[in-house]
């Protein structure tokens, strides 16, 4: 209590702008005295897009199946699907990827030297728990549609097959598939993209929704601490109303973010061996225990 007893109160007011690894964003400033300022405002992070990819295969097994004539499971179950449908689908779902990082902030900043520059940081960052999202592109319906198709047959295949207790009594949408037809769709196992391996081994095999659509989203804490440091000065040693702020420090987010799928599955830390693409991208946010914050604002002081 000491240290602010005798530090004269006048405080004034900036409007800020900046720049960094929050995005862009705006605020307002208030330093109380040549000890403590306040600051609050909100960022955001520009809309851009990542690929994803994902591969169609089919059965859960890993085995591309391939016949005598070099044709795999997917080749053969996508040729019988096309003559039934009329729909033909590609064995690759191309995603996109988004961040939906918005935050608003409440930091202060205390000023612990003589020369009223350098500060340490203390305060947090709020905003949605869900920092980005992906979804497949609008091309890729067809194939989607066709994948669900697929699978409510073998479904229906499946049952009439097994379930002794099947009300289908072996008609499926007024017709009796052919005893071949049923054991070739039975024998190649549902479709789906393969995107890991659960922790006892198997295979996550994720399917469209109900809605014909693949989607995921990552997802962090709400409330995010902040702790950090800075330095702030004149940006024209001439001009005493506009400065500049330099900081950096950690948002603690809640550890490593989780990314799910739209069925519920956790990729992050619920799968191992994650492919492609994707593989990649959790590779590389999985370090990421806190969030990296380096901005840089201008202020402009009203009063």
Same mark, same amino acid.
């Given at each position: 209590?000491?240290?602010?007893?005798?530090?004269?109160?006048?405080?004034?007011?900036?409007?800020?702008?900046? =720049?960094?690894?929050?995005? $862009?964003?705006?605020? +307002?400033?208030?330093?109380?005295?040549?000890?403590?300022?306040?600051?609050?405002?909100?960022?955001?992070?520009?809309?851009?897009?990542?690929? *994803?990819?994902?591969?169609?295969?089919?059965?859960?097994?890993?085995?591309?199946?391939?016949?005598?004539?070099?044709?795999?499971? /997917?080749?053969?179950? +996508?040729?019988? *699907?096309?003559? %039934?449908?009329?729909?033909?689908?590609?064995?690759?779902?191309?995603?996109?990827?988004?961040?939906?990082?918005?935050?608003?902030?409440?930091? $202060?900043? $205390?000023? !612990?030297?003589?020369?009223?520059?350098?500060?340490?940081? =203390?305060?947090?960052?709020?905003?949605?728990?869900?920092? #980005?999202?992906?979804?497949?592109?609008?091309?890729?319906?067809?194939?989607?549609?066709?994948?669900?198709?697929?699978?409510?047959?073998?479904?229906?295949?499946?049952?009439?097959?097994?379930?002794?207790?099947?009300? *289908?009594?072996?008609?499926?949408?007024?017709?009796?598939?052919?005893?071949?037809?049923?054991?070739?769709?039975?024998?190649?196992?549902? %479709?789906?993209?393969?995107?890991?391996?659960?922790?006892?081994?198997?295979?996550?095999?994720?399917?469209?929704?109900?809605?014909? %659509?693949?989607?995921?989203?990552?997802?962090?804490?709400?409330?995010?601490?902040? *702790? &950090?440091?800075?330095?702030? &000065?004149?940006?024209?040693?001439?001009?005493?109303?506009?400065? /500049?702020? +330099?900081?950096? #420090? %950690?948002?603690?987010?809640? &550890?490593?973010?989780?990314?799910? =799928?739209?069925?519920?599955?956790?990729?992050?830390?619920?799968?191992?061996?994650?492919?492609?693409?994707?593989?990649?991208?959790?590779?590389?946010?999985? !370090?990421?225990?806190?969030?990296? $914050?380096?901005?840089?604002?201008?202020?402009?002081?009203?009063?």
């Amino acid at each position: 209590m000491n240290y602010f007893s005798n530090i004269e109160i006048s405080p004034d007011l900036n409007i800020s702008v900046e =720049t960094g690894s929050t995005g $862009v964003g705006f605020g +307002a400033e208030s330093r109380l005295n040549k000890k403590l300022r306040f600051r609050t405002g909100f960022n955001w992070v520009p809309r851009f897009q990542l690929p *994803l990819h994902f591969s169609i295969q089919v059965g859960e097994d890993g085995d591309q199946g391939y016949d005598a004539e070099g044709n795999s499971r /997917f080749d053969r179950m +996508a040729a019988y *699907l096309e003559e %039934m449908t009329g729909f033909k689908i590609d064995q690759n779902v191309d995603m996109i990827a988004e961040p939906s990082f918005h935050n608003f902030k409440m930091l $202060v900043d $205390v000023f !612990p030297f003589q020369n009223d520059h350098w500060y340490f940081t =203390t305060g947090f960052y709020a905003g949605k728990s869900v920092i #980005g999202k992906a979804y497949n592109r609008t091309e890729e319906m067809t194939t989607l549609i066709s994948v669900s198709i697929y699978n409510n047959i073998y479904e229906k295949v499946y049952d009439i097959e097994y379930n002794d207790e099947s009300e *289908l009594n072996g008609v499926f949408m007024g017709l009796e598939l052919p005893p071949y037809v049923n054991e070739k769709i039975l024998d190649s196992g549902r %479709m789906g993209m393969h995107v890991g391996d659960y922790k006892d081994g198997t295979f996550y095999m994720m399917e469209p929704d109900a809605n014909n %659509m693949v989607k995921a989203r990552m997802k962090v804490n709400s409330f995010r601490p902040y *702790l &950090g440091a800075g330095y702030d &000065g004149l940006l024209d040693p001439r001009n005493e109303r506009i400065h /500049f702020n +330099a900081y950096c #420090g %950690m948002m603690f987010w809640g &550890g490593t973010p989780r990314v799910y =799928t739209h069925d519920g599955t956790e990729i992050v830390k619920g799968l191992d061996n994650v492919i492609g693409q994707v593989g990649r991208y959790v590779d590389l946010v999985k !370090p990421f225990k806190v969030f990296p $914050v380096v901005n840089f604002s201008i202020s402009y002081r009203l009063f």
